[in-house]
């Protein structure tokens, strides 16, 4: 598989796009909580409000869904990229941003409850 720009894909993974209600946090700076825009079995991104002043590497992120109770919590991560996100639209004061993050090695259970949500919260 190729990139728009021609180089290979790196990605291991499919990345699926995310249902609405679906957020990410990440862990221990909680001040980074948004919208979910894609996820795979390696990773996901997600944009947030936020300045780079903010910017601290993660360890972990938490996901879960506002549509019902679901919570997948502790997932280990390594940051990839945390950029500005062009947004005219914005009524807020911080600047959009999006976090793209690789999880690290998980538990036999984490690897269920991810598998759950990208079968249910995920369009395919």
Do not use: C, W
């Not at 790196?10 to 001040?31: C, M, N, Q, Y």
């Not at 990773?43 to 903010?54: I, M, N, P, R, T």
């Not at 972990?60 to 506002?66: A, Y």
């Amino acid at each position: 598989m190729a990139k728009r720009n021609g180089s290979p894909e790196r990605r291991k993974h499919k990345r699926f796009k995310v249902k609405e209600g679906s957020l990410a946090v990440s862990i221990p700076d909680s001040k980074k909580l948004g919208q979910i825009k894609d996820i795979s079995k390696g990773g996901l991104a997600f944009q947030y409000l936020g300045s780079v002043e903010q910017a601290k590497d993660s360890v972990e992120v938490e996901i879960l869904s506002i549509v019902d109770d679901f919570y997948l919590r502790k997932l280990p991560v390594r940051t990839v990229l945390d950029v500005e996100i062009n947004n005219p639209v914005s009524m807020s004061l911080l600047p959009k941003r999006q976090l793209s993050m690789k999880f690290g090695k998980l538990n036999h259970y984490q690897k269920e409850l991810l598998n759950h949500f990208l079968q249910r919260y995920t369009h395919r």
